[in-house]
């Protein structure tokens, strides 16, 4: 495959499930290395960023959390560097993969009881909440929390969903979580 990817004059290629080909070598230099180079579109980082921005007080300069998007290669992470936004990240898995692990997926009220130690121990008081999750599920996160909590969503407008479709949106969910102090 590096062989015949040299020979290319192209700048860019997508090579679809290319994770397979990741794995064969996981944990190898190669393998980070490639892992590394998958940056994010600019366009879905730019919209996670505005809503950090907007509704969580994060941005990448007060979360020490600095971002060399022209160029992968120069981006270094410093071990403790990053502080990260003043919010919770979590991803409360439901749906389909809820069903298929029913053992292994704790309860909303689990859920709950982990994050609001967390808020406690770092002196925070807003949740951003990515989920499959259906709305009383949702609510019923919320109501768990309390009103002493400000639980946040990425909720696309019907334009960005058709733009983005579901996939975009999930790594708009995955950048925002990524970029806050702590993640459950």
Known sequence: MKDALKKLSARSVFIDRFETLLHIQYGSLDFFAARRSMVYSKNLRYHGDSFRKEFLESDDIRDSTPYNAD???KQIPIKGQAQGGPYIGVHMRRGDFAQAHKSRIPSIS?????VRVKLHELGLNKVFLATDGTKDEIK???R???AA???HRFVPTKERLNMFYDGGIAIID???AAHSRYFI
């Open 71 to 73: 160029d992968w290669t």
């Open 174 to 176: 995955q950048w925002i």
């Open 140 to 142: 019923e996160f919320e």
């Open 110 to 114: 689990e859920i709950c009881s982990a």
């Open 149 to 151: 909590v400000t639980v």
């Open 144 to 146: 768990e929390l309390g």
